[in-house]
């Protein structure tokens, strides 16, 4: 089971970044999915969450309506659409999956797969 973030990168404030995260190893039509964050000296902390479906997706207030999680299912992969970056967004972005069918998936502890992080940086 592997997890391949991708899509970070540096941008002013004002701008957008969509992150994608492949799935490959499992069916990940079966997972709960998220993206965490953790910006430097602080916790990892979820950003937003979304069930296997992508019917029910949850954020973590700093990014509603800013912040689109969406999944294909089909293309085994998840993406997290970022609009109106601010400097306090500036992270290492992790995708996760997890088995639980549960609703708001919010600890890391919930999650069964970890993908490697994606550097997003915005400057004022």
């Known amino acids: 089971v592997q997890l391949q973030a991708s899509g970070g990168g540096s941008v002013q404030a004002g701008g957008s970044l969509r992150l994608s995260c492949e799935a490959s190893g499992y069916s990940f039509k079966f997972y709960s999915m998220a993206w965490f964050r953790q910006a430097p000296g602080e916790d990892l902390t979820v950003v937003a969450g979304?069930?296997?479906?992508?019917?029910?997706?949850f954020y973590e207030d700093s990014v509603k309506g800013r912040f689109t999680i969406s999944r294909d299912n089909a293309k085994n992969t998840g993406y997290l659409q970022m609009n109106s970056l601010k400097p306090e967004d500036t992270a290492v972005y992790y995708c996760?999956?997890?088995?639980?069918?549960?609703?708001?998936?919010?600890?890391?502890?919930?999650?069964?797969?970890w993908g490697q992080g994606t550097q997003v940086t915005v400057s004022s």
């Open positions: 979304i069930n296997w479906d992508g019917t029910i997706p």
């Open positions: 996760a999956a997890s088995l639980s069918a549960a609703g708001r998936l919010e600890r890391t502890q919930d999650y069964d797969y």
